[in-house]
């Protein structure tokens, strides 16, 4: 069982930016592809970002340029730091985990999530 546990959410103003965190319990973590995740409020969860272990990422077309994803392998962390930041991207920010994703399955490992809010 990997245990994620996110950090860094917050209230910003729009414009702003934030760096959230998430802290991975496997020690393989180099070889898994995290994913950032998001509910904005009456929404579905969504995707965000993610990153695999060749290196490659991926982002939503609504945070493109904005949000950048990055992993630091040594310490099994996950970040995604938001710039530019808009009230349309409040909500909770899961962080999840995944040896092999496949494609329109689910995540194997979540997080508990953190909220971030963007005030206008």
């Known amino acids: 069982q990997v245990q994620l546990v996110e950090s860094g959410g917050g209230l910003v103003q729009a414009g702003g930016s934030l760096r959230l965190s998430c802290a991975a319990s496997?020690?393989?973590?180099?070889?898994?592809?995290m994913g950032w995740f998001r509910q904005r409020p009456g929404k579905a969860r969504e995707f965000v970002s993610s990153?695999?272990?060749?290196?490659?990422?991926y982002y939503a077309d609504s945070v493109k340029g904005r949000f950048t994803i990055s992993r630091d392998n040594a310490k099994n962390t996950v970040y995604l730091q938001m710039t530019s930041l808009k009230p349309e991207d409040t909500g909770v920010y899961y962080c999840a985990a995944d040896p092999s994703p496949r494609i329109g399955a689910p995540y194997r490992y979540w997080g508990q999530g953190t909220q971030v809010t963007v005030s206008s």
């Open positions: 990153t695999w272990s060749g290196g490659r990422t």
């Open positions: 496997e020690r393989t973590f180099s070889s898994y592809t």
